[in-house]
């Protein structure tokens, strides 16, 4: 089976005598046993800690969730910076969770949650950070400092729930370079391994963001002026 | 500058001792070789132990009992004790920051029953636990503002000439440079070192054991570092760990001739034993979850599905899935005092990487998560208070000159494969110091870790560049193996009788 891996000098393809492994099994072949100055970050080999996460064929992936094809093409992810082979940095991506606040800011001691309550943001609480709806994301073409889909998610996480005793000073901060600067092409979505839609929470922040009396910037631009005769 | 609190390791206990030595007025800086939310901490699934009796009645005493009777004789009751009666706080300080634990119908934290628990006592968060924990403490500490230096290995603690701590030496991984990081005091929270047993673990590829090491080559004592825990459901060919809950749920264990041969619930280290025992008759043993029906195993068991699927392609709805035991948690580590003090002035350690003598030969599931919180906040708060209060701290703060391993090991000669001898020890250790121990294999595997360490001059690494060098790493991480596997072949030799997880064979 032969796989090709974009390195420094360009795609370098490898050949390898395993069936039926997932890309970080081959990677570690490839590392122990043909050409130790591979790079590439690996953790848990079950999907949970997020090391893993690179592009095969375009599309975003988890190394130790996919299994490889024939002929597959492997990149590492995109909107931020390769330091060798198939790592990158993710200090900047991860900033974004900073500048969002995503973290309880002040509890609420009267919550009490439900059952029911524990599923508003149980879905939104599995993110492992991996970075593939970031990757994915165009706005980053145009936008460098768009807030981001898993951060969004993170915001959409705390907003809905209930022991936020705070959730305006949430919807105040995700306003600039926030869910307004989001094209809602979904593509977050589709690459993420958790099953997360950022496009969704955006969606739902939005709608907050609209009961707090913000509304979209660019559509108040366009007919801010028109309406004033 | 220099730092008052140095934390190296960005996991649970990590991150929770950051936020302790900050909230009590100290200047914090945490390392991590990868980023915090990458830490093994995220890996677990099972739940958090406190005796809450939220679902039916339990107590703290009752607590404290299970994990002396768990621990034959190696625990510390005053420890037990603490951590036991701090649970229910560390819980609601967790609920507070924003954990997403699972609720019952009620509105309080579900919990549910773990191996040798005499209640439902594990506080959960689907299967999820230590990834909503892990994540929670690290959304705590961004808005904290704590300063997380993400990528940076430690190569060695730092000391002055009266033996205290005085920082750490640590390589850069992204730019190849050395870097000294100065500090009043030190906590470890570099976590445990199963991954000497290679592919023999559950545990994360950065399971192997630094802190350890490098605690002990200033000569921090290690204590219990034979206590090694085997789960008894690993899967066969990549040693993933299928949870304990799906035994708890029903699930059978099966040999090739389709019979039960132990009781499922008996605790681990039985369970292994007897796993053990049928594949050395030349069994195959598999769980069997079958009989749950496809409706509760998506329900409940979705992770264990979605793995047996990918790695043993089998689906456990209509299939019975391959199992061995395998190494999953080190008991053993840096001893400490209730205060999380190592022997060495100014240095703290916390987590898997420490004995705080709570689990003694064998530890309770849902223990450790409960360990990090408990003993983490310890470390930070006592390390913090080091720095204000001893006068070891304010001493002249020249490090002595260190012995750089980096430097040495530009000699190396590259005849010998690391890679190679890695999953060497894995098979050795697995065989002769694992599940069941004989003097004599313990003495053989001694003599080989003894041979490796000579030969390390004939190893090294291939790959000479600066940037990101992941070649280097994974041999500094062998050297420490190495070290590790001596000192834990050695504390085997020494115990000559079983106890829990140590289980010594006559020589027949
Ligand atoms: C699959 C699995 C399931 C589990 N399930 C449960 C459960 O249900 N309940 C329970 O109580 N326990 C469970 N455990 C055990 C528990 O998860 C661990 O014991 C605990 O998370 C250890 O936390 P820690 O903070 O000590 O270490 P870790 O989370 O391992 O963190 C170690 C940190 O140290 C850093 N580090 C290591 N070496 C260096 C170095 N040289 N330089 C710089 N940084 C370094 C790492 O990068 C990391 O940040 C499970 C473990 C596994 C593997
Ligand atoms: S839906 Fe929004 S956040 Fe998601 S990829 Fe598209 S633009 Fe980015
Ligand atoms: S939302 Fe999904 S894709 Fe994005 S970082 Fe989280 S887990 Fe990864
Ligand atoms: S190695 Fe952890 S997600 Fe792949």
């Given at each position: 089976m032969?796989v090709s891996?974009?390195?420094?000098?360009?795609f370098?393809?490898?050949?390898?005598?395993?069936?039926?492994a997932?890309l970080l099994?081959?990677l570690?072949?490839?590392?122990?046993?043909q050409?130790?100055s591979?790079a590439?970050?690996?953790?848990c080999?079950?999907?949970?800690?997020?090391s893993?996460?690179m592009?095969?064929n375009e599309k975003?992936?988890?190394a130790?969730?996919y299994?490889?094809?024939?002929?597959?093409?492997?990149?590492?992810?995109k909107?931020?910076?390769v330091?060798?082979?198939?790592?990158?940095?993710?200090d900047?991506?991860?900033?974004?969770?900073?500048r969002?606040k995503?973290?309880?800011?002040?509890?609420n001691?009267?919550?009490?949650?439900?059952?029911?309550?524990e599923?508003?943001n149980a879905?939104?609480?599995?993110?492992?950070?991996c970075?593939s709806?970031?990757?994915?994301?165009?706005?980053?073409?145009?936008?460098?400092?768009?807030?981001?889909?898993?951060?969004?998610?993170?915001v959409?996480?705390y907003?809905?729930?209930k022991?936020?005793?705070e959730p305006?000073?949430?919807i105040?901060?995700?306003q600039t370079?926030g869910?307004w600067d989001c094209?809602?092409?979904?593509e977050c979505t589709?690459v993420c391994?958790?099953g997360i839609s950022?496009?969704?929470?955006?969606?739902?922040?939005?709608m907050?963001s609209?009961m707090?009396?913000?509304?979209d910037?660019?559509f108040?631009?366009n007919?801010g002026?028109?309406?004033s005769? | 500058?220099?730092t008052d609190?140095?934390?190296?390791?960005a996991?649970g206990?990590g991150?929770?001792?950051a936020l302790?030595?900050?909230d009590a007025?100290a200047s914090?800086?945490?390392?991590?070789?990868?980023?915090?939310?990458?830490?093994?901490t995220?890996m677990a699934?099972?739940?958090?132990n406190?005796?809450?009796?939220?679902v039916?009645?339990?107590?703290?005493?009752e607590?404290?009992?299970?994990?002396l009777?768990?621990?034959?004789?190696?625990?510390?009751?005053e420890a037990?004790?603490y951590?036991?009666?701090?649970?229910p706080?560390?819980?609601?300080?967790?609920d507070?920051i924003?954990?997403?634990?699972?609720?019952?119908?009620d509105?309080?934290?579900?919990q549910?029953k773990?191996?040798?628990?005499?209640?439902p006592?594990?506080?959960?968060?689907?299967d999820?636990?230590g990834?909503?924990?892990?994540?929670t403490l690290?959304e705590?500490?961004?808005?904290?503002d704590?300063?997380?230096?993400?990528e940076?290995?430690?190569?060695?603690?730092l000391?002055?000439?009266?033996g205290?701590i005085?920082?750490?030496?640590?390589l850069?991984?992204?730019?190849?440079?050395?870097?000294h990081?100065?500090?009043?005091?030190?906590v470890?929270a570099s976590?445990?070192y199963?991954?000497?047993y290679?592919?023999?673990?559950?545990?994360?590829?950065a399971s192997?054991?630094?802190?350890i090491?490098a605690?002990a080559?200033i000569?921090a004592?290690l204590?219990?570092?034979e206590?090694?825990?085997?789960?008894?459901?690993?899967?066969?060919?990549?040693?993933?760990?299928?949870?304990?809950s799906a035994r708890?749920?029903?699930g059978?264990?099966?040999?090739?001739?389709?019979?039960?041969?132990?009781?499922?619930?008996a605790p681990?280290d039985?369970?292994s034993r007897a796993?053990?025992e049928?594949?050395?008759?030349?069994e195959?043993?598999?769980?069997d979850?079958?009989h749950?029906g496809?409706?509760?195993?998506d329900e409940?068991?979705?992770?264990?599905?979605?793995l047996?699927?990918l790695?043993?392609k089998?689906?456990?709805?209509?299939?019975?899935?391959?199992?061995k035991?395998?190494?999953?948690?080190?008991m053993?580590?840096?001893?400490?005092d209730?205060?999380s003090?190592t022997?060495?002035?100014g240095l703290f350690?916390?987590?898997?990487c420490?004995n705080?003598?709570?689990?003694?030969?064998n530890?309770l599931g849902?223990?450790?998560?409960?360990?990090?919180i408990?003993?983490?906040?310890?470390?930070g708060k006592?390390?913090?208070?080091?720095?204000?209060?001893d006068?070891?701290s304010k001493?002249?703060r020249?490090c002595?000159?260190?012995?750089?391993?980096?430097?040495k090991?530009k000699?190396f000669?590259?005849?010998i494969?690391?890679?190679e001898k890695r999953?060497?020890?894995?098979?050795?250790?697995?065989?002769?110091?694992?599940?069941i121990?004989k003097?004599?294999?313990l003495?053989?595997?001694?003599?080989?870790i003894?041979?490796?360490k000579?030969?390390l001059?004939l190893?090294g690494v291939?790959?000479t560049?600066?940037?990101?060098?992941?070649?280097?790493?994974?041999?500094?991480?062998?050297r420490?193996?190495?070290?590790?596997?001596?000192?834990?072949?050695?504390a085997?030799?020494?115990?000559?009788?079983?106890?829990?997880?140590?289980?010594?064979?006559?020589?027949?």
């Amino acid at each position: 089976m032969k796989v090709s891996i974009k390195r420094a000098s360009g795609f370098v393809m490898y050949e390898v005598d395993l069936n039926d492994a997932t890309l970080l099994e081959v990677l570690n072949s490839i590392k122990t046993e043909q050409d130790s100055s591979l790079a590439y970050s690996s953790g848990c080999r079950s999907s949970v800690c997020g090391s893993c996460s690179m592009r095969v064929n375009e599309k975003e992936v988890l190394a130790c969730a996919y299994k490889v094809q024939d002929g597959d093409v492997i990149e590492p992810l995109k909107n931020v910076t390769v330091i060798r082979d198939l790592v990158v940095n993710m200090d900047k991506a991860l900033e974004t969770n900073k500048r969002a606040k995503t973290w309880l800011q002040s509890y609420n001691k009267e919550a009490k949650l439900t059952h029911e309550d524990e599923k508003t943001n149980a879905l939104q609480s599995d993110c492992i950070l991996c970075g593939s709806c970031y990757s994915a994301c165009p706005v980053y073409s145009v936008n460098e400092a768009f807030l981001g889909p898993f951060a969004l998610t993170g915001v959409w996480k705390y907003v809905s729930d209930k022991r936020e005793a705070e959730p305006k000073e949430k919807i105040d901060t995700v306003q600039t370079n926030g869910v307004w600067d989001c094209t809602l092409c979904n593509e977050c979505t589709l690459v993420c391994p958790q099953g997360i839609s950022s496009k969704a929470d955006i969606e739902k922040l939005r709608m907050k963001s609209t009961m707090a009396g913000y509304s979209d910037p660019s559509f108040a631009q366009n007919f801010g002026g028109g309406l004033s005769f | 500058m220099i730092t008052d609190v140095l934390i190296i390791g960005a996991g649970g206990a990590g991150l929770t001792a950051a936020l302790a030595a900050k909230d009590a007025g100290a200047s914090v800086r945490v390392l991590t070789k990868e980023y915090p939310t990458r830490s093994q901490t995220c890996m677990a699934q099972g739940g958090m132990n406190a005796a809450l009796g939220n679902v039916s009645p339990d107590s703290v005493e009752e607590h404290i009992q299970n994990t002396l009777k768990s621990a034959h004789g190696q625990a510390d009751e005053e420890a037990v004790r603490y951590m036991c009666s701090e649970a229910p706080n560390a819980i609601q300080w967790l609920d507070e920051i924003g954990v997403c634990f699972s609720r019952t119908a009620d509105g309080k934290i579900a919990q549910r029953k773990l191996g040798g628990a005499s209640a439902p006592r594990a506080c959960y968060a689907q299967d999820y636990t230590g990834l909503k924990i892990l994540h929670t403490l690290y959304e705590r500490c961004l808005k904290e503002d704590i300063e997380i230096h993400n990528e940076r290995y430690l190569l060695d603690l730092l000391t002055k000439e009266d033996g205290s701590i005085c920082g750490a030496l640590i390589l850069n991984i992204r730019s190849g440079e050395l870097e000294h990081h100065f500090a009043k005091s030190v906590v470890l929270a570099s976590g445990g070192y199963s991954r000497i047993y290679d592919k023999y673990s559950t545990n994360s590829t950065a399971s192997t054991g630094d802190g350890i090491a490098a605690a002990a080559r200033i000569g921090a004592k290690l204590l219990g570092m034979e206590f090694v825990q085997f789960h008894p459901t690993g899967l066969k060919n990549s040693s993933i760990l299928i949870s304990e809950s799906a035994r708890g749920e029903g699930g059978y264990l099966l040999n090739s001739k389709g019979e039960r041969f132990i009781n499922e619930l008996a605790p681990r280290d039985e369970v292994s034993r007897a796993i053990n025992e049928q594949i050395l008759a030349g069994e195959e043993v598999y769980l069997d979850i079958r009989h749950l029906g496809e409706e509760f195993i998506d329900e409940n068991l979705p992770q264990e599905r979605k793995l047996a699927l990918l790695y043993e392609k089998v689906d456990p709805v209509k299939d019975l899935i391959p199992i061995k035991a395998v190494a999953h948690y080190t008991m053993g580590g840096i001893e400490v005092d209730n205060k999380s003090q190592t022997s060495v002035s100014g240095l703290f350690a916390c987590g898997e990487c420490a004995n705080h003598k709570v689990h003694g030969a064998n530890r309770l599931g849902g223990n450790s998560l409960l360990e990090i919180i408990v003993f983490g906040r310890e470390a930070g708060k006592s390390a913090a208070h080091y720095t204000f209060c001893d006068d070891k701290s304010k001493n002249e703060r020249t490090c002595k000159k260190e012995t750089n391993f980096l430097d040495k090991l530009k000699s190396f000669s590259n005849e010998i494969d690391f890679y190679e001898k890695r999953s060497y020890v894995g098979e050795l250790f697995y065989k002769k110091v694992g599940i069941i121990r004989k003097e004599s294999a313990l003495l053989q595997a001694r003599k080989e870790i003894q041979l490796l360490k000579e030969q390390l001059p004939l190893m090294g690494v291939k790959d000479t560049g600066k940037v990101y060098n992941t070649n280097l790493v994974e041999f500094i991480e062998f050297r420490n193996m190495l070290d590790v596997c001596e000192a834990v072949v050695s504390a085997a030799l020494e115990r000559k009788e079983s106890c829990g997880a140590h289980f010594v064979q006559e020589e027949q």
